[in-house]
T-cell receptor
């Protein structure tokens, strides 16, 4: 089946630990994104990547890191520098069509809780 | 800066009622796209519609309809004869394409719709 797979779905972490969230897609989409969702806050962009080996910071990149070594994969690391990491994290992809903005396709999300 | 405002935080209706979700946006660009997404309790966002800034025609898809008015910078979403399965959080979003293709979506804070039987 084509789609976006995020793992793990639920993750618990102790303060001071880094944790990596996985995002894999088999849609052959060029662009990939990480959003963070907090209750009542909507979605905020953390990082995005338009092409392999390239990525840009979004609005709330501090305390996070990413890599894009393969087209299919865009893992997000939540570092100990992130002050409030407890949140719902959503990965998305977008098939670039020149200057046309297509819709984003989302994974099912990963819920991170810091104990 | 781009901004999307969904003033209604929560709406509760009884099944079969019509309900309209408001979305007001701010942008300086003349070319942009607007979106609506649905987020059911499972968490995954489901795409509903995309509209570009040059197309002000209203759109209807089954029980869903959208009213785009550039004059008031609004892109409202109406569900006719609501059903319990429509219960979800609905997000309005704005994107601006650029030469680099770095499309990003700016989301509103969402409206939680509860449809009671």
């Amino acid at each position: 089946d084509g789609g976006i797979t995020q793992s793990p779905k639920y993750l618990f972490r102790k303060e001071g630990q880094n944790v990596t969230l996985s995002c894999e897609q088999n849609l052959n989409h060029d662009a990939m994104y990480w959003y963070r969702q907090d209750p009542g806050q909507g979605l905020r962009l953390i990082y995005y990547s338009q092409i392999v080996n390239d990525f840009q910071k979004g609005d709330i990149a501090e305390g996070y890191s990413v890599s894009r070594e393969k087209k299919e994969s865009f893992p997000l690391t939540v570092t100990s520098a992130q002050k409030n990491p407890t949140a719902f994290y959503l990965c998305a992809t977008n098939l670039k069509r020149g200057l046309d903005t297509g819709e984003l396709f989302f994974g099912e999300g990963s819920r991170l809780t810091v104990l | 800066a781009q901004k999307v405002t969904q003033a209604q935080t929560e709406i509760s209706v009884v099944e079969k009622e019509d309900v309209t979700l408001d979305c007001v946006y701010e942008t300086r660009d003349t070319t942009y796209y607007l979106f609506w997404y649905k987020q059911p309790p499972s968490g995954e966002l489901v795409f509903l519609i995309r509209r570009n800034s040059f197309d002000e025609q209203n759109e209807i898809s089954g029980r869903y309809s959208w009213n785009f008015q550039k004059s008031t910078s609004s892109f409202n979403f109406t569900i006719t004869a609501s059903q319990v399965v429509d219960s979800a959080v609905y997000f309005c979003a704005l994107s601006e394409p650029n030469q680099g293709g770095s499309e990003k979506l700016v989301f509103g804070k969402g409206t939680k719709l509860t449809v009671n039987p």
